[in-house]
């Protein structure tokens, strides 16, 4: 008698050994985004020690509408990296090493509803980063080095963002709460 095996099932005892061996390279990354199917919605790659993402790693899952990669060692992103994930809605970027954001790096992600960029080493925000993110609600970056933000930055733009961990402040007209 055979037994059926969730996709998700295989690649959650995959992980758990690399964890266990703590080698999850760009090769390893792009193996298993592979192994993914390309209508796949949602991938949780938290916590997996990973450094850096390849350009191509996530390429043909169009689909995707959520994408976690929280918690890892990332400290630069790739501006190619999200290319094609035109559904994406959910970007988890928080608790890496990420100092700088590309302006590029978002292009594209029209349907970007949540992006989690807090808990990292940003000190500066180029101010067409967040350009084109016409469907951004909450923006987190809290916990990070930044001093100052451009007012460009946030122009035209209606959306939450955490920019502490005591005030919210709201885009529309730049008013903040506590």
């Known amino acids: 008698m055979f037994k059926f095996i969730k996709i998700s099932s295989l690649l959650s005892i995959f992980f758990e050994r690399l964890n266990a061996q703590n080698n999850l390279n760009k090769q390893n990354l792009a193996t298993i985004c592979a192994c993914y199917p390309m209508q796949e919605t949602s991938i949780n790659l938290s916590s ?67 992006l989690g960029l807090s808990s990292n080493k940003i000190s500066s925000i180029h101010p067409a980063t967040f350009k084109g993110l016409t469907s951004l609600q909450e923006l987190y970056l809290h916990y990070n080095q930044i001093s100052s933000i ?25 008013r903040s709460s506590r």
């Not at 451009?150 to 961990?165: A, H, L, Q, R, S």
């Open 150 to 174: 451009d007012p460009p930055t946030f122009y035209g733009k209606n959306f939450k963002m955490i920019f502490d961990e005591y005030r919210v402040v709201s885009l529309l007209g730049l």
């Open 48 to 114: 997996k020690n990973i450094k850096t993402i390849d350009p191509a790693t996530f390429t043909g899952i169009a689909s995707l509408q959520r994408l976690y990669l929280d918690s890892n060692q990332i400290s630069s992103i790739n501006p190619a990296t999200f290319t094609g994930l035109t559904s994406l809605q959910t970007l988890y970027l928080y608790s890496n090493q990420i100092s700088s954001i590309d302006p590029a790096t978002f292009k594209g992600l029209t349907f970007l509803q949540i």
